[in-house]
Nanobody, 120 residues
Framework: QVQLVESGGGLVQPGGSLRLSCAASGSIFSIPAMGWYRQAPGKPRELVATITSGGATNYQDSVKGRFTISKDNARNTWYLQMNSLKPEDTAVYLC??????????????WGQGTQVTVSS
């Protein structure tokens, strides 16, 4: 019923920028929290950034000051603004959200992932 549609990503040169988005659709009561993850080849999946319904954010140290997570509650859409990209940011990026379809039901949902490649 609930779907996360992730878009953005692509090939960008070092120092460039990309904006990822994740739009949730379906029967949604609320989205208490959302996170962005990434997985690079040969490395485990890691948490990049999170944002709560109250607006509290957390970032992995390696992206702090360069990436910004934000949300548009009215559109059930979440963003990851990625600036000053480095080759080590290359990975598949996935959005994850805790979604309540009703006040008493919640579950985690994942986007399909989008490739971000930072290369000259």
């Amino acid at each position: 019923q609930v779907q996360l549609v992730e878009s953005g990503g692509g090939l960008v040169q070092p120092g460039g920028s990309l904006r990822l988005s994740c739009a949730a659709s379906g029967s949604i009561f609320s989205i208490p929290a959302m996170g962005w993850y990434r997985q690079a080849p040969g490395k485990p999946r890691e948490l990049v950034a999170t944002i709560t319904s109250g607006g509290a954010t957390n970032y992995q140290d390696s992206v702090k000051g360069r990436f910004t997570i934000s949300k548009d509650n009215a559109r059930n859409t979440w963003y990851l603004q990625m600036n000053s990209l480095k080759p080590e940011d290359t990975a598949v990026y996935l959005c994850n959200a805790q979604i309540k379809r009703t006040p008493l039901r919640s579950a985690d949902y994942w986007g399909q992932g989008t490739q971000v490649t930072v290369s000259s």
